[in-house]
Every structure is written in C-alpha cells, then in structure tokens.
C-alpha cells in the first residue's frame, strides 16, 4: 500500500545535539512539508518543498534544516539552535497542481529532550 | 496572509446526538478549505475538502460540510455521532493553489458521553 513512513516514532535529543527525522513515501508526490504540533496549537508549517532540490521555509524554519535529494525522501534535522524541540513533528505529501491536492500525512515522530 | 479560527477547544456530545464543529477562515480569495481528524499520537487523515462548486460538501465517515461564503464558515456536521468519533479535529485552508502549504486552525478535541 501507498503511504508515507516516518521514522523512528519517538526520538530523544541531548542538550546540543542535532537529530533529524527521517520521511518516505511512495505515493510518487512532488510536495513534500513538515509540520510541528504543539498542544493547543495546531500544526505550523516548518518546511516545504515542491520539487527535488528545491524547499522554502515555512511558518517557524528557525532551528530546522532539510533537504530534497530524491523525490521520495525529506528528512528534517532539528539543529541545537532549536531551543525548544519537544513537539510532535508530522510530514505530508501530496501531488502538485493548482490547489486541489489535498496532503496525507504520515503517523509523525514525538521528540523529546533529555 | 491567511488564518483559521475554530472557536470551541472542547466540545462533549451524547453518542447518538448530532454534531457540529465550527470553522471560520480568513483569505482574501477563494479559498480550499479542509477538514483533517487525528486520533491521539496519530498522523491526520482527511475528512473532507472543498475547492468550488457545491457548497455542501460529502466526506468520509458520514461527515459533511458547508462553506458560507458570507459568513467565512466552513462548519462540519455529523447526524449522529459513535464513540469512535472522538478524536482532535482540524480545519485547515490553503493559499497560493495548496502548494505552499496549509495553514491549521488550534483544532476541537470532540469527547463523547456514552
């Protein structure tokens, strides 16, 4: 079955330390975008990116890196410049065309500080 | 730039009664309008979405919705709810086509009372 893998489903980070987020899918989607939920406030948008090679930063990109090297991967580092981290990371796909794709989103990863 | 606003954090309903969850959005244009349900450490999956047209919009899981255009409303509905309906609900709108992303109301944790 088609879908979007993101791994691993929890992740611990040390004070300093960079960590990042592995995202897969193969629903052969041009856009791929990571989310941050936090409680009470929804998703914001960190980084997206439309095509291979190419991103632009979201809502809150400070802290956050990625890269677009395949068509099917974007994994997201949380840098130590992150000063809060905790959250609930969330990636989604979807095709590209004007408007009417709507995203699937992948089961998400918790990371947490030690 | 864009903003949704869903009013009720909690909202308790009877099982069996009937549902409705508001939205209201701010776009300059004609916006793409979402809703997405999380069941807890869940990804998001997609309950509906509007583009043009009918105003009365089909989703899964018996839900629907009606885009008011006056009113900047996109409020979901449900006949009659079932314990497995309890679950985070968010609405969402998209800007620029959808490609650059989504913009999340803080969504409604739906509780039902057996």
């Known amino acids: 079955d088609g879908g979007i893998t993101q791994s691993p489903k929890y992740l611990f980070r040390k004070e300093g330390q960079n960590v990042t987020l592995s995202c897969e899918q193969n629903l052969n989607h041009d856009a791929m975008y990571w989310y941050r939920q936090d409680p009470g406030q929804g998703l914001r948008l960190i980084y997206y990116s439309q095509i291979v090679n190419d991103f632009q930063k979201g809502d809150i990109a400070e802290g956050y890196s990625v890269s677009r090297e395949k068509k099917e991967s974007f994994p997201l580092t949380v840098t130590s410049a992150q000063k809060n981290p905790t959250a609930f990371y969330l990636c989604?796909?979807?095709?590209?065309?004007?408007?009417?794709?709507?995203?699937?989103f992948g089961d998400g990863t918790r990371l947490s500080i030690l | 730039a864009q903003s949704v606003t869903q009013p009720d954090i909690h909202i308790t309903v009877s099982e069996g009664a009937s549902l409705e969850l508001r939205c209201n959005y701010s776009y300059g244009a004609t916006p793409y309008l979402f809703w997405y349900v999380q069941s807890p450490g869940q990804g998001l999956q997609l309950l509906l979405k509007?583009?043009?047209?009918?105003?009365l919009v089909q989703g899964i899981k018996g839900f629907e919705a009606e885009f008011k255009r006056s009113q900047s409303s996109f409020n979901l509905r449900k006949p009659s709810v079932h314990w497995s309906d309890a679950a985070e609900y968010f609405c969402?709108?998209?800007?620029?086509?959808?490609?650059?992303?989504?913009?999340f109301g803080k969504g409604t944790h739906l509780i039902i009372q057996p």
């Open positions: 509007y583009f043009s047209g009918d105003t």
């Open positions: 989604a796909s979807s095709k590209s065309g004007p408007g009417n794709q709507p995203q699937h």
């Open positions: 969402a709108v998209a800007a620029g086509g959808g490609a650059d992303g989504l913009t």
